[in-house]
């Protein structure tokens, strides 16, 4: 966003403050709660480039393969589109085989009235450029978010102002009413999914929406977001710790899916971001490596070493709140999915061999044995900095301390899951953001 001190960029002064925005979410305490990892404020004119380039190899070190950036705008000196010939540039720069792809952001391109003629347009201008994806055939790649939020003939309408241009293009679309879009948008997709499931009881077997693509010779597309909380909205959806992430990852292994897109690298005002974060750190990022791998490969990647991951909130979902700063009532939890609020702490295992794992925390100790492998152990949300450990034989392996004081008062709700690891050190900033001081 800027290239400031991070303790008074846009992040920290803006968007996390309740203050920020000249107020505009100051009764839902700010609109995120997580900040991009800080960094010093760099001297090189072409710092956004950098930072680009910065996410390009965070992404390809976990075996992602592309960005789908959000085209909201399309218009030279608009932000998103700015940003996409920048990131254009950046994964040039790299040369490390990482692409990207324009994704049409539905909603906000059919509200600014912006025709098939003048999307096809402005993608006809970077067409040639070698750091887009393109398929076997070497046609680029077309992206959408809420596909179906526009008529077929809107697509229809770019696809045809871009073949009078002399550019063939592959469609993949995610749609958000999946089975009711189907008969309208799936023929001429060439490759389908949904927006994503939001809670594990609304994680549901694909083999059926594969094989019925597959039998179309069309992809299927497995959308993930690790969690889903959007302050600015006062709702958010229960992800259940990181049990969202990896059951949705591991019906996508089991299903057959071709291949996954994750819902955001960097959205951090739904909290569907994958890239590492103040909040965060790297545990989402770090776990989502061993299924990217296990997907990519057909087999589940040997665990060549004990690594634990934590993943917390900082508060119960009904921790009392201050109702003359928040303006809503408690953060609401869309009841049509029927998962019911989780106030747990999770260890997630990563083991070589049998172990101890225990959980501490007010005193008290919980241990669970677990054999090698990938071991999930939970315990009820308690005050205080939970210390995870990992025992072998007698001897304390693994000793981890959580970053986050779990706490029972609060002036604003703050229902963002955190976490952390044991191969990584704290990054700095993770003190709760102003929100929850």
Not at 48 to 67: N, P, Q, T
Request: charged share 20%; hydrophobic share 35%; glycine share 8%.
């Amino acid at each position: 966003m800027d290239n400031k001190d991070p303790a008074s960029d846009q992040f920290t002064l803006q968007q996390m403050s309740p203050t920020g925005n000249n107020g505009l979410y100051y009764g839902s305490g700010g609109r995120m709660r997580q900040r991009p990892l800080p960094r010093p404020v760099s001297s090189d004119p072409q710092w956004k480039i950098r930072d680009m380039e910065d996410d390009v190899d965070r992404a390809s070190a976990i075996g992602l393969d592309c960005f789908f950036l959000s085209l909201c705008t399309i218009s030279n000196g608009s932000v998103c589109w700015d940003e996409f010939r920048d990131l254009l540039v950046a994964a040039n720069n790299r040369n490390n085989g990482f692409k990207i792809v324009p994704m049409m952001d539905v909603a906000s391109l059919m509200n600014a009235g912006k025709t098939g003629a003048e999307i096809a347009s402005a993608l006809a201008s970077i067409a040639n450029n070698p750091a887009l994806m393109r398929d076997k055939n070497g046609h680029i790649y077309i992206g959408a978010t809420n596909g179906d939020l526009a008529p077929l003939s809107w697509w229809q309408a770019i696809k045809s102002n871009l073949l009078q241009r002399g550019i063939e293009a592959s469609y993949v679309l995610t749609v958000q009413a999946y089975v009711k879009s189907k008969p309208t948008y799936m023929p001429f997709a060439d490759g389908y999914g949904n927006m994503g499931a939001g809670t594990p009881l609304s994680v549901t077997d694909a083999s059926d929406r594969v094989a019925e693509l597959h039998q179309l010779g069309k992809i299927h597309v497995t959308s993930i977001k690790p969690q889903d909380f959007r302050p600015s909205k006062f709702w958010y959806l229960e992800p259940n710790n990181s049990v969202l992430l990896r059951s949705v990852l591991t019906n996508a292994i089991s299903s057959g899916s071709d291949w996954l897109l994750f819902n955001s690298w960097n959205d951090r005002t739904e909290s569907h971001e994958l890239a590492p974060s103040t909040g965060t750190q790297y545990a989402l990022y770090d776990v989502a490596a061993y299924y990217i791998t296990w997907f990519k490969t057909g087999s589940p990647p040997p665990i060549v070493r004990d690594v634990l991951y934590y993943f917390h909130r900082i508060m119960w979902t009904t921790t009392p709140f201050d109702p003359t700063k928040q303006t809503m009532a408690f953060f609401r939890h869309p009841s049509e999915d029927k998962q019911q609020p989780v106030n747990e702490i999770e260890l997630l295992a990563f083991l070589t061999a049998p172990g101890k794992l225990q959980i501490s925390l007010g005193g008290k100790a919980t241990p669970q044995d677990a054999l090698a492998g990938i071991t999930s152990f939970r315990i009820p949300l308690a005050a205080g900095k939970p210390t995870f450990k990992l025992i072998r034989n007698g001897l304390t392996k693994i000793k981890l301390t959580s970053a986050f004081q779990i706490r029972n008062t609060t002036t604003w709700q703050d229902l963002l899951y955190r976490g952390g690891g044991s191969t990584r050190p704290v990054v700095d900033m993770v003190a709760n953001p102003p929100v929850t001081q």
